[in-house]
């Protein structure tokens, strides 16, 4: 690739990564709702509760194969 070409792409990818990383900034401060806590502490609780009750794969005995 030429150099001029490689440069112009990382110029352009930058300028990218500088709006999105500007664009987060923004969302971090922006005030949330009084019930953003509240579904966050529920969503991480029913994640937790669906692990603790999938089985445990290492416990499980594989099986063979059924035969017809």
């Known amino acids: 690739m030429h150099p001029e070409t ?10 990218e ?3 999105q990383a500007d664009d987060f900034r923004l969302l971090r401060h922006l005030p949330t709702g009084p ?3 509240l579904r966050t502490r529920l969503g991480w609780t029913m ?3 669906g692990l603790r009750v999938l089985p445990d794969r290492t416990a ?3 099986r063979a194969p059924r035969t017809a």
């Open 6 to 15: 490689h440069l112009a792409l990382h110029r352009i990818r930058s300028a």
């Open 60 to 62: 499980m005995v594989p």
């Open 17 to 19: 990564l500088r709006d």
């Open 47 to 49: 994640v937790e509760l």
């Open 35 to 37: 019930g953003k806590d």
